[in-house]
């Protein structure tokens, strides 16, 4: 059964930095493109970047353009998002998918999800 679990949630203050693993079980990461995205309470679901199955390409929201960074390690089955100076509208929980299109930054081009992972940003 596929499977993906994000980890490394928490609390940071702005400013900090944070990075989130997303693991896969039951089959291997790098015949897909590996999104993440995010939502905050009361508002709809945002990507954030996802990744191409090689590694080598990578396309971002613009609202994390330049903090952000997402990047994979197909020998561990494990792709990151590299989160620096993290404000208080990164606040959400992230969800790592996987997706059989190239380098989609829309959900419903998302066939596997994880369950996600917290993420507040405050002092």
């Known amino acids: 059964q596929l499977q993906l679990v994000e980890s490394g949630g928490d609390l940071v203050q702005p400013g900090g930095s944070l990075r989130l693993s997303c693991a896969a079980s039951?089959?291997?990461?790098?015949?897909?493109?590996i999104g993440w995205f995010r939502q905050a309470p009361g508002k709809e679901r945002e990507a954030v970047g996802c990744?191409?199955?090689?590694?080598?390409?990578?396309r971002y929201a613009d609202s994390v353009k330049g903090r952000f960074t997402v990047s994979r390690d197909n020998a561990k089955n494990t792709v990151s998002l590299q989160m620096n100076s993290l404000k208080s509208e990164d606040t959400g929980v992230y969800f790592c998918?996987?997706?059989?299109?190239?380098?989609?930054?829309?959900?419903?081009?998302?066939?596997?999800w994880g369950q996600g992972t917290q993420v507040t940003v405050s002092s």
């Open positions: 990744v191409r199955s090689s590694g080598e390409y990578t």
């Open positions: 039951g089959f291997t990461l790098d015949d897909y493109s």
């Open positions: 998918a996987a997706s059989e299109f190239v380098l989609p930054l829309t959900g419903r081009q998302y066939g596997w």
